[in-house]
């Protein structure tokens, strides 16, 4: 099975901030690689699928990039409804696996 | 719109048994793979199974491989979850997920959940 490694585990940071996120898979995905925003008692939301692409709806500031096994989510400008647990997730081949996540929490 | 609703979760005994659904509304069923996605109380996103367009491909976690099965029924656009051998560590809220692709290999994300059905395992 392909391990799925964030980090970091926790992040404060400010409104304004710019943020990024890491995702390393023990072994290749390719580009197939999703982050995912989770609010408390709330459902994961999409963000981003096959490494860059931005889902329908979600915010221009978020952005995704990497290849391979290393993986980047960068929010540019944190807005106060960005604090959230975020999920890295790959669908390259089964068993799909997500990261632990990473909660990012203001400063 | 497009909704997946989750039911048939519960409190059950250790080894026992239980069958979760799903009812999906609003786009085209069989046009789209469909995932279980668990999280346990305080814990963080757990793939449980996903399942192709046409059944054709299916997978399962290793933690539940050999205990569970998912089956779907396009003609009804619903999606199941029969799970058994039941273990305390299969407590947790169980999503209802719709896959990007038809496909659950070299797929993209899933862009669709439900909002879960709850699964208490004790006795």
């Known amino acids: 099975d392909i391990q799925m490694t964030q980090s970091p585990s926790s992040l404060s940071a400010s409104v304004g901030d710019r943020v990024t996120i890491t995702c390393r898979a023990s072994q290749s995905v390719s580009s197939y690689l999703n982050w995912y925003q989770q609010k408390p008692g709330k459902a994961p939301n999409l963000l981003i699928y096959?490494?860059?692409s931005l889902e329908s709806g979600v915010p221009s500031r978020f952005s995704g990039s990497g290849s391979g096994r290393d993986f980047t989510l960068t929010i540019s400008g944190l807005q106060p409804e960005d604090f959230a647990t975020y999920y890295c997730h790959q669908s390259f081949s089964l068993p799909h696996t997500f990261g632990q996540g990473t909660k990012l929490e203001i400063k | 719109e497009v909704q997946l609703v989750e039911s048939g979760g519960g409190l059950v005994q250790p080894g026992r048994s239980l069958r979760l659904s799903c009812a999906a509304s609003?786009?085209?069923?069989?046009?789209?793979?469909m995932h279980w996605v668990r999280q346990g109380p305080g814990k963080g996103l757990e793939w449980v199974s996903g399942i192709s367009w046409n059944s054709g491909r299916i997978g399962y976690a290793d933690s539940v491989k050999g205990r569970f099965t998912i089956s779907r029924d396009n003609a009804k656009n619903s999606l199941h979850l029969q799970m058994s051998s039941l273990r305390a560590e299969d407590t947790a809220l169980y999503y209802c997920?719709?896959?990007?692709?038809?496909?659950?290999?070299?797929?993209?994300?899933?862009?669709?959940w439900g909002q879960g059905t709850t699964v208490t395992v004790s006795s």
């Open positions: 096959v490494a860059s």
């Open positions: 609003g786009f085209t069923f069989d046009d789209y793979a």
């Open positions: 997920v719709k896959g990007l692709t038809m496909i659950v290999e070299t797929s993209s994300g899933l862009d669709v």
